[in-house]
């Protein structure tokens, strides 16, 4: 099955600046990368995804890079503030009802 | 209205006893998912649905039992509790594939003295 490994573990950061998370994954078959945002004791909630299909996406502040060789894929949150502080999840999955994901990243921003 | 409910949040139990964690969605999504967090929050797939077919069973000791009785229901039954099974449980349903947003519950606190 698909395995996703996600670094850093945990990232402290000083407000306003920039913050990068990355993931990886075994199964090339795997078209489908969403990002999580766990807020402390909430569920998670979907922040943003790609496809395989595409390089890049952007929405806002924070933009996705998918590098289908490398199997590998980004997260990347610009000009951070307090509330972008939570547990920030990877995810891979295909057509087969089965979402993998890392292990989480422990964002913190220090105003 | 919510998309995905899961009764009860909280449930706290002595080892041994059989517990169960129900789910509903009204969002019309044909695949529904239970996935265990724990407290190193790392979030576990165990099983997934699909209309109502069991599609991923992943690893998970048969002393947990999924139930689909439509697919708009996802029960979750735990017999003989360990504390090891202290975690939090999501339910959460996707469109058919899984290639689409998964929307979660609430989550299912789960502890075992």
């Given at each position: 099955?698909?395995n996703?490994?996600q ?6 950061v000083?407000?306003g ?19 999580y945002?766990?807020?402390l ?5 979907l922040i ?8 890049e996406k ?6 996705v890079t998918l590098n289908?060789t490398?199997?590998h894929?980004?997260l990347?949150?610009?000009e951070?503030?307090p509330?972008?502080s939570a ?11 089965d ?6 990243t422990?964002?913190?921003?220090k105003? | 209205?919510t998309?995905v ?7 706290v139990t ?5 517990k169960?964690i129900?789910?509903e969605?009204n969002l019309?999504?044909?695949t529904?998912y ?5 407290s190193k929050?790392f979030?576990?797939i165990m099983?997934s ?13 048969n002393?947990?039992?999924p139930?689909?009785p439509d697919k ?7 017999n003989?509790?360990e504390l090891?099974?202290s ?7 996707s469109?058919?594939g899984?290639?689409g ?8 606190r789960?502890t075992?003295?």
């Amino acid at each position: 099955g698909e395995n996703v490994e996600q670094h850093p573990s945990t990232l402290s950061v000083q407000e306003g600046d920039s913050a990068v998370i990355k993931c990886t994954y075994s199964d090339s078959a795997s078209n489908y990368f969403p990002w999580y945002k766990q807020e402390l004791g909430k569920r998670p909630q979907l922040i943003i995804d790609i496809r395989s299909n595409v390089g890049e996406k952007k929405d806002q502040r924070i933009a996705v890079t998918l590098n289908k060789t490398a199997k590998h894929f980004s997260l990347h949150i610009t000009e951070t503030q307090p509330e972008d502080s939570a547990v920030y999840f990877c995810a891979a999955s295909n057509n087969n009802n089965d979402m993998r994901f890392g292990a989480g990243t422990r964002l913190t921003v220090k105003p | 209205d919510t998309a995905v409910s899961q009764t009860p949040k909280y449930l706290v139990t002595q080892m041994g006893n059989d517990k169960s964690i129900k789910c509903e969605q009204n969002l019309g999504h044909d695949t529904m998912y239970w996935y265990k967090q724990d407290s190193k929050k790392f979030l576990k797939i165990m099983f997934s649905y699909n209309n109502k077919e069991l599609i991923i069973n992943e690893t998970v000791p048969n002393r947990f039992s999924p139930k689909s009785p439509d697919k708009a229901h996802l029960n979750l039954h735990i017999n003989s509790l360990e504390l090891g099974d202290s975690a939090v449980y999501f339910c959460a349903s996707s469109q058919a594939g899984g290639v689409g947003e998964l929307f979660f519950g609430e989550g299912s606190r789960l502890t075992v003295l």
